[in-house]
Structure formats: C-alpha cells, structure tokens
C-alpha cells in the first residue's frame, strides 16, 4: 500500500470550495498538476486526467468517479489490470472548520502489488503535485 497526501486550511467555506473542485474547465486557471481534466463527475463516469508529473508534458489517465457528495467529498479511481495489481482512489475530502474556514485534504491511497513500484518510480513527483493542488486551492478560494 503506498499513500500520497496534501493537507492545509482554507479560510473560505466548504461550499465555494467545492464550487472550485467541480468547475473541470477552469482547472487551467488554477491548478499547476492536474490543469485538464474531463468529466461529468456522476457516479461511476470517466474522469479523463491530463496530470503533470515531471516537466511540461501532460500524462492522460482515465479513472472512475466513487463518490461526488457537495460539499464534503469529491473521488474517483482506477484499477490497473487485475485488483490486485494495482488499484488507486483519489479523495479531495473538505472539512468544516468553522463557517468561514475549511479543511482541504487531497489523498491517493494505492493498493496492490504494483503500489510499492508505483510509488518508488512517481510517489515524490505525485507528493510535490498535491502540494501544488493544496495551495493553488487555497490561494484561488481565498482570493474569490
């Protein structure tokens, strides 16, 4: 099992937070790791990534959205060949701190065989990728 998780505290509420999250053509506006991404985030859809792990250049990946519940969480995810091989769910999970400040956690939890090799060949690239979302976020809803 291998975790990648970004954490930090948004003085905004939960709900434009969210607003944030589930406006997909703005993500180029704001977001340095994943600036495309695709979907109509109802349950069990395709959520096309274009992520930026090293360098310039967009990686595609398609996952699945498992949970879209305004304004506490927001996940998708993928299994790699068998289930136990390779299965990974991404979270974006908002916690109310109090009416005006929100707690932003971003977390991919990776499963299988393959999730030891996984996060030794990209688990610092995917690490300083979540930071970069966390604080994007946080700039962009604090700034609205």
Known sequence: MGTVRAEIEIDAPAER???IL?????YSEWN?????????LRLGDPVHLYVRLRGSRLSHRVEYVSRNQKP????WGAT???????????????????ERRTRF?????????LAPL?????GA????????????????????
């Open 32 to 40: 340095p790791f994943t600036p495309r991404v695709e979907s109509t």
């Open 72 to 75: 506490s969480h927001l996940c």
């Open 118 to 122: 996984v996060m030794r060949t990209h």
């Open 22 to 26: 589930t406006d997909l053509p703005a």
């Open 17 to 19: 937070i969210f607003d």
């Open 80 to 98: 790699i060949g068998a289930p136990f091989l390779l299965r990974a769910e991404r979270c974006q999970t908002l916690t109310r701190i109090d």
């Open 125 to 144: 690239a995917m690490q300083r990728g979540f930071e970069s979302v966390a604080t994007a976020l946080k700039k962009r809803a604090e700034s609205r």
């Open 105 to 113: 956690v971003n977390e991919d939890v990776l499963r299988g065989w």
